[in-house]
């Protein structure tokens, strides 16, 4: 009996593995999935993508527009590299005194040599402080600019549609837009 189920379970597994592999192969012989199913763009990771695939500067160039690219995107996308950069360089400076005066406090080496090491490390401390403070701010604000390029482009994408049926204030006219 267990092995009957463990039959037809593997045999519906192959089955339905024919049938998605055909539906594929019928999908790219006529056209893309996202001609077929609206797809919304979507900012992660630093890159902008539409369903799975991501997208170069120059597709997205060609889906946003000129104006949206050169007056948003590139100054966005400065914004948000200076805030990874600099979030990166001050967490390393951070890291780097930690370092420091651990070293410094386990080697018995001279004071005057321990004293200038302490220094160094409050000098990475501060630094490294100021630019991860700096940075977050330039991170945030440049991946929110960037989010919105992928917003608008799907608030310009989504259909205006009037349909009767249930709404979320009960039955009738919904108008989406």
Request: hydrophobic residues 45%; glycine residues 12%; neutral net charge.
């Amino acid at each position: 009996m267990k092995t009957s189920f463990t039959v037809l379970a593997f045999v519906l597994g192959a089955l339905s593995g024919l049938y998605n592999a055909d539906a594929q192969n019928i999908l790219e012989e006529s056209r893309s999935v996202e001609d077929l199913i609206p797809v919304e763009m979507k900012f992660c990771m630093g890159s902008y993508r539409i369903g799975s695939h991501w997208l170069s500067e120059e597709e997205l160039q060609a889906h946003v527009g000129d104006a949206v690219f050169y007056e948003t995107y590139v100054g966005a996308r400065k914004q948000y590299i200076a805030g990874a950069v600099t979030m990166g360089g001050g967490a390393g400076l951070i890291i780097a005194g930690s370092v420091i005066t651990d070293a410094a406090g386990r080697s018995g080496a001279n004071p005057s040599v321990t004293n200038a090491a302490v220094g160094v490390a409050a000098v990475c401390y501060m630094v490294g402080t100021l630019s991860l403070m700096t940075g977050i701010p330039f991170l945030a604000i440049g991946s929110g600019r960037l989010k919105w390029i992928a917003r608008d482009y799907n608030k310009r994408q989504a259909p205006v549609s009037l349909d009767f049926g249930a709404c979320p204030n009960g039955v009738g006219l919904c108008l989406k837009f």
